[in-house]
């Protein structure tokens, strides 16, 4: 159990939070959800050529984006905002590895939103696997951060 006041003791805060409960957290799951349906989509239609499939590709990478850019925005107001999350190198591969989420799923945006169906195969659908695989990266070292070194987890004094 941690008693006192020592800082050092304690559990990184968040610095994005309301009423006490950290937003990355809350975020989070919508982009991976939406970048996960993409790559599930873009097998769809790799599989039956229904262009459905790859108009709800083009909606979902554009959603994911949207919901990714309230994720970082909160993710970087945490990792400003408590000195002992920048210490982590989780915290930084977390970081980086989602930037590169981000860049390569705006890219994969872009080149439906100007190609359309022909976008899709194989350009988007290798991208769409790209991405995937890094979220399974960065998920583990975002949970890593929070299991091993407790980021945002309230004090037992609280």
């Given amino acids: 159990m941690r008693t006192g006041t ?12 309301i009423a006490g409960h950290p937003i990355h957290p809350m975020l989070i799951p919508f982009p991976v959800a939406f970048l996960v349906a993409t790559l599930a989509c873009d097998l769809i239609f790799w599989r039956t050529g229904n262009a459905a499939w790859s108009t709800a590709s083009l909606y979902l990478l554009g959603a994911a984006l949207v ?7 909160a993710g970087l107001t945490d990792f400003l905002g408590e000195s002992r999350i920048r210490t982590l190198s989780a915290a930084w591969h977390h970081m ?3 930037v590169i989420v981000v860049l390569l799923s705006l890219w994969n945006w872009l080149l439906r939103y100007t190609g359309g169906e022909a976008a899709v195969l194989p350009t988007g ?34």
């Fill in 6 to 17: 020592d800082l050092t003791k304690r559990n990184p805060k968040s610095a994005a939070s």
């Fill in 67 to 73: 919901m990714a850019a309230l994720a970082a925005l």
């Fill in 96 to 98: 980086i590895g989602n």
């Fill in 125 to 158: 659908l290798i991208i769409s696997i790209a991405v995937v695989l890094v979220l399974l990266y960065t998920g583990w070292r975002g949970w890593e951060m929070v299991y091993r070194h407790r980021v945002a987890i309230a004090d037992e004094t609280e």
